[in-house]
């Protein structure tokens, strides 16, 4: 599907978030101390690696995380999840979607100890998803994947922590690319709807039923299997086929809207907000 400028600024999973010495916990290299608690526990005591942890348990594995090892874990910060797109981290910790959160975490994690001193241009590091990550270059460090690099030999009892500002995605994973899909359509989603409700409320009803219209059909006529689920594809085009019978601007943009939230809510999984309307 070909996205404009405009859309395709909301699908980007976020710029990159830089985090200095001064708003981490841990900067630089540690030092590993006598006492060193688990990873989990080091993550913990931090309080920045909030969500990675809930999502650690949802996946199932927090345990692992906590005794096993030894691992390296290049940890994404909860500002990191948090510049995902809108309600991907929801989604992500749905008991259906465990396997999905459990592929995406194990491509954070190394087997073994792997500190700063190993991390080279260029060279491919094995995950524990069975998938390599690329380490690269860059002013000031490093990167793993897309991800910076922003602190690292946090030590902890088994294993070694390094700091990251994005959440990495496995690009071997069928799951991450379904799951690229459906944030795609929800951030088109999103960005229609941000640009049409303040034209709506300043009295362009024509603007706001036209880009409702033309991003529901883009969804319709272009976006393939992974990307737009069956209910979520039968909603939109029974909202183009009504919005087409009405001569009104201002109720074709209301039943466009109700489409695009409909169909929103499918992808998100979460179908009360339409059943309940």
């Not at 690329?134 to 897309?146: K, M, W």
């Not at 939109?236 to 109700?258: E, F, I, N, P, V």
């Amino acid at each position: 599907m070909t996205l404009t400028n405009g859309f395709s600024k909301a699908i980007a999973l976020a710029s990159v978030i830089v985090l200095g010495a001064s708003n981490i916990a841990f900067a630089g290299h540690h030092e590993e101390k006598e006492m060193a608690a688990s990873i989990v526990a080091t993550a913990a005591e931090a309080g920045q690696f909030n969500t990675l942890l809930a999502a650690a348990k949802a996946a199932g594995l927090a345990d692992t995380l906590a005794n096993g090892g030894p691992f390296t874990v290049f940890a994404p910060t909860d500002e990191a999840f948090a510049a995902l797109p809108e309600g991907t981290v929801e989604s992500l910790l749905l008991p259906e979607n465990k396997e999905t959160l459990a592929t995406i975490l194990k491509f954070h994690v190394l087997s073994g100890k792997v500190g700063s001193d190993a991390l080279a241009d260029g060279i491919q590091v094995d995950t524990i998803a069975g998938i390599k990550a690329t380490i690269s270059a860059v002013e000031g460090g490093f990167n793993i994947e897309n991800a910076k690099i922003v602190a690292t030999d946090i030590a902890a009892s088994n294993g070694i922590i390094h700091v990251i500002d994005r959440v990495i995605l496995p690009p071997e994973s069928s799951a991450a690319r379904e799951m690229h899909a459906d944030n795609m359509v929800v951030a088109l989603i999103n960005e229609a709807v941000d640009t049409g409700v303040p034209l709506f409320n300043d009295g362009n009803t024509d603007a706001t039923a036209g880009v409702y219209k033309i991003t529901a059909q883009s969804l319709v006529s272009f976006a393939d299997a992974s990307a737009l689920s069956d209910t979520a594809r039968m909603r939109l085009r029974q909202g183009l086929d009504r919005a087409a019978a009405q001569h009104s601007s201002r109720q074709q943009a209301w039943t466009l809207r109700y489409a695009l939230d409909d169909a929103r809510a499918e992808m998100r999984g979460d179908m009360m907000q339409a059943a309940n309307r």
